[in-house]
């Protein structure tokens, strides 16, 4: 009787150790997700010209306040479709200073856009690693050749948080005109820098002054 006890527990802690999905290959099951939020602001906008001095300011405001930067994108959405061109040109003028252009067309928003407003919308991208660090399957004992569930998690939750541009990890980036003498500049600078470990060497000594 000792021994069929033992047994059954010998079976039930390796059914135990085996929880979890199996993963015989390579690939990673833990992979980056990304997500995109829009955010809204409307300005009021006269039918013809520009934004006035005090909504600039406030459309300033809000771009400083989301920390408007690089991998943002930004929209214009006007009830008079096209609209004024001077009115785009404005909100283009002050994305400007952020580094960033207004981008065509503008992804559908909750809401009307009050009368004698342009709505403008910031979308934003985040990458994230969902459901790690993911230990759903114990590293040992493993009878199943299965890769560890945790496996991928660092190095693509690291590539996550480090990416500039979220969008990238959908679509990549097109391959534009390569300038040879812009992507040689840094390798000439550091061949044509003087060795650090030039000169003489420094004179030192245990004695005191």
């Known amino acids: 009787m000792p021994s069929k006890t033992l047994f059954a527990l ?58 408007l930067s690089y991998g943002d994108t930004v929209y214009v959405d006007d009830p008079q479709g096209a609209g004024d061109p001077a009115r785009r040109g404005a909100v283009a ?62 190095t693509n939750g690291n590539l996550a948080a480090m990416i500039a541009n979220p969008e990238d990890l959908l679509r990549g980036r097109a391959a534009g005109t390569t300038d040879a003498a812009t992507a040689a500049k840094a390798v000439a600078g550091y061949r044509a820098a003087a060795p650090t470990g030039g000169g003489a060497l420094k004179a030192e000594s245990s004695k005191g002054n």
């Open 10 to 67: 010998i079976a039930v802690s390796t059914a135990l150790t085996a929880c979890g999905p199996v993963n015989r290959g390579l690939e990673s099951v833990n992979q980056p997700v990304v997500s995109r939020t829009d955010y809204v602001f409307d300005v009021a906008a006269p039918e013809y010209g520009g934004l006035s001095d005090a909504e600039g300011a406030r459309l300033d405001a809000w771009f400083r306040s989301m920390q």
């Open 93 to 154: 003028a002050v994305a400007g200073r952020y580094g960033l252009l207004v981008s065509p067309g503008a992804p559908v928003t909750a809401g009307p856009i009050p009368a004698g407003a342009i709505r403008i919308v910031v979308s934003r991208t985040g990458a994230y690693v969902p459901d790690c660090p993911n230990w759903d399957r114990a590293s040992q004992p493993e009878f199943a050749a299965s890769t560890s569930s945790n496996y991928g998690c660092a």
